[in-house]
Structure formats: C-alpha cells, structure tokens
C-alpha cells in the first residue's frame, strides 16, 4: 500500500459531538475568535496540537496501574532514567511534568540579560522562556527552509554561514548554548540532517558552546534520516537516535509528543554541574528530583511510550497518513509547505488568502473559518503567535512564514477523519474571496496566541 494502513487495533471509542454552523459562530465569537478559548467539546476534529492528544498503547495503560507514588525514589523513575539514558545517552535525567518546564529551568539557570541564543527556529514557548529572561532568541534556518515551495529533502536544518556570523557578532560569551528543534515545528515540520547535526556541533564545540536539542518530535526526525539521508537506510531509529544525539551536550524534552503521552516531560545534560543547579531549582518549584510534577504512574507511561516510538511499523504509518493528508490537499490545489512535514500539514495562509494582508492575520482567518465551516479545530502559526514591535524602530516585524498547522495526534484519528478534513478546506478554498481578516481587542507580554481576544475588520 502507498499509505500503510494502521499497525493498531482500535479497543476504545470516544463518541464526537456534531455542532451546527449556527452553533459554531455563536461559541467562536464568545471566544474572541480565538480557537484556544473554544471548548472542546465543541470540536469535531481537534488538529490544535499533536501535544499531549495522543491514544495510548494497552501496555502504556498496563503501565499505569504500577505506578509506584513514592515520595522519593519511584521504581517508576529509575525504570524512565534508564530508557531515557538508553535512547539519548546524557547522564542526568531531571523529569518535568511538561517541555516548557525543561526550557524554564534550563534558560532561568544559564541565561543572563543580553545574551543571544540561536536555533533553526525557535517555537512559540521557547522564545518566549528565552525573551522572558531578557535574552535574544536568533533564527539560523537555511533560507530554503522560509521557502514555502521548496521540496529541499532537510528544509529544517541551520544554515552555519548564519550560525558563524551570529558568534562572530556576539561572541562566545554571550551565548551559553546553540539549539536545534528536532524536526523543526515553526518551519512546516521539516527534519535536520545528521550532516548538519554533526556540522553545527563541531562549530559549538570549537567554540567551547553546548549544543542542546529541542528533541521532542526526535523519533520522527530520525525516520525522515532513514528515509532521506544516505548512509542510514539500513539503520534502526533508535541507533540514528544515538548517533545524533551524540553530537549534543544535552535535550529538553516534552513527552507529550513522540514520549505518546497526556503529560510529561524532562532536561537530560551531560554537564553534571549545570545539572546539580537546575535540580536544585526543580526541587523548589516541581517537585523532587525522581518525580519532578509527575506521578510514578506517568514516568512509567513515558518510559513505555519513548520505547514504542522507536518502533518503525508505528512511524511508517504516523508520517504517511500525514502525508496521505498532504497529498490529498495538493490535489485540490490547496498551497502547503512542501515536502509534508512529520506531524503536521502547514497551510500557506498568503497563498490561500492572498487578498488579506498580514497585519489582519490571514492565518488566523483561515483557522476561524475552518472551525466555522466545518467543525476542525487547526493553530495559527504566523503574525499573530509571531509578529512583534521592533524595539529600536517601533515598526512592527511580521514573520516570512504565514502559515496554518493542522497537527495529527498520534494513533487517534483515522484516514477517514484525514478525507474530511480535505474535503472541507476544498469547500473553503472555493470561497476564498468571502473570509475576512482580525484585529486585535486584547493581548497578553507574552504568547499573546493562547489568550488574544479578536474582532472582525470592516464586518
């Protein structure tokens, strides 16, 4: 089969509640149009996030009922130290209960007014830890990567001329740490090549700088190198895993995407002292250091989990029924970013709503419309998550990328749910020219997305 079908059987069902359109523009103009004060139970098919909306396995649920809920010293953590140490290699295993946890303790630890830290593209939570601690959060994508159109094969990976130029204007000094997101969210889900894994890492180390990953969608990062990558084919994911993360000093982690859990997360490093810091900071506002905000039972369901991700049966189908999705859109002749991502489908929203500029948020249009029309919950990933006011010119700085992401959670949605959602953005796109664009009425400091109360412009 082109598309392989599910390497699961399905034991439980949720029943989906079906709404009217009437319905639908009621509750989305109560929410100030925006799509994350929606109830869900409202949604029909729910693409907001593939964080935490995963189906768990029966031997992850099995591994609930041994939570050991220990104050201290779980058997529970001892079995995820261990299967994180296997898969990842660092020493030291500090659990979170969720990935920006791991940014926060990490970044209020090393970071200091002033300093720079660069990535491919940082996503919305780690940019904002990043600027919270008054810090500078650099892009270094390649420009193929900002290319909507390009079918290059690793769109996500950081482009070293931008990456030198960054430490020669700042200086080692002033940037504790270079990032790379594994595969890289804010630009379509696109994988990085171990080539340029292994090339940034000699320039971070040359450089005397540790190289951490955001690696919470590794797993699927690393199949796209066995796809893609020459040299790999014959590799399993869980040796391409150890090879790249053998290159990096260290990982923030949310388990709550290729860990197949509800809730979770962890920072492994290798730096024992950076390490001892940090857990000193975990213990006053998460929790002791072999729980950290989590009960035993859900260690144990990340260590089950972060174990069957590693399974191939399981990636093959979790990226071809994204692509399956993809391809299906590109039929209708409906603009995406191109080649299809691991866990997402990104719309360009210029292309699909040319008529709108950016300062009306033409991504956010599309997400409105889409709940309106059809039901399906998608996220704005553009000028309202990331436009923001030049601090020296006092010009408001819009991001090259316009986009819409419809994220697939894991082992939850059947191809079938897939076929609805195209045939729903075609009807969309038919009537294109009838969408209007938002004005802001409210808006947080920061991550203004998840909060922001919206109005209609000239309606």
Request: charged share 25%.
């Amino acid at each position: 089969m082109k598309f392989p079908a599910e390497p699961f059987r399905i034991k439980v069902v949720e029943p989906l509640k079906k709404t009217t359109v009437e319905e639908r523009e009621k509750l989305i103009k109560e929410s100030g149009y925006n799509i994350f004060l929606l109830p869900a139970e409202s949604i029909f098919i729910d693409l907001l996030t593939d964080s935490g909306t995963s189906a768990m396995s029966d031997n992850q649920w099995a591994g609930l009922m041994k939570g050991d809920e220990s104050y201290a010293g779980s058997k529970n953590y001892y079995h995820f130290e261990q299967t994180v140490r296997s898969i990842f290699g660092f020493e030291h295993v500090i659990p979170t209960h969720q990935g920006r946890v791991a940014e926060n303790l990490l970044f209020s630890t090393v970071l200091k007014e002033g300093d720079v830290v660069p990535n491919n593209i940082h996503f919305d939570t780690t940019r904002a830890n990043v600027e919270y601690h008054k810090a500078r959060a650099i892009d270094c994508v390649i420009d193929e990567g900002l290319k909507v159109d390009s079918e290059l094969p690793f769109k996500g990976d950081i482009d070293v001329f931008k990456l030198k130029k960054a430490i020669q204007n700042y200086g080692p000094d002033r940037i504790p740490m270079i990032m790379i997101t594994i595969t890289n969210n804010s630009g379509g889900g696109q994988p990085v090549s171990l080539a340029n894994i292994r090339e940034v890492s000699a320039i971070a180390h040359e450089h005397g700088i540790p190289l951490i990953f955001d690696a919470c969608r590794f797993a699927e990062n690393c199949f796209f190198i066995k796809e893609r990558e020459e040299g790999y084919q014959n590799k399993s994911i869980a040796e391409i895993a150890r090879e790249m993360f053998s290159y990096g000093d260290g990982c923030t982690m949310s388990a709550k995407k290729d860990g197949l859990v509800n809730i979770g997360g962890f920072l492994s490093l290798n730096d024992g002292r950076l390490a001892q810091k940090i857990t000193n900071m975990l213990i006053l506002i998460e929790g002791f250091p072999t729980y950290g905000g989590l009960a035993g039972r859900d260690l144990e369901a990340i260590a089950r989990g972060l174990k069957e991700v590693l399974n191939e049966e399981y990636l093959e189908f979790r990226i071809n029924q994204t692509r399956n999705l993809g391809e299906m859109l590109m039929q209708n002749n409906i603009p995406i970013v191109k080649p299809v991502g691991g866990h997402a489908i990104y719309i360009d929203a210029k292309g699909f709503l040319p008529h709108i500029p950016q300062k009306e948020f033409p991504g956010q249009a599309l997400v409105v419309e889409l709940y309106r029309h059809a039901g399906i919950r998608a996220v704005e990933i553009g000028s309202l998550m990331f436009a923001h006011r030049d601090a020296e010119t006092g010009q408001m700085v819009y991001p090259e990328l316009e986009l819409v992401r419809l994220a697939i959670p894991r082992r939850v949605y059947t191809n079938a749910h897939m076929q609805y959602v195209s045939e729903a953005l075609s009807e969309i796109y038919a009537n294109r020219k009838s969408i209007y664009g938002f004005e802001i009425e409210y808006e947080a400091e920061f991550l203004r997305h998840f909060t922001a109360r919206l109005k209609p412009v000239n309606v």
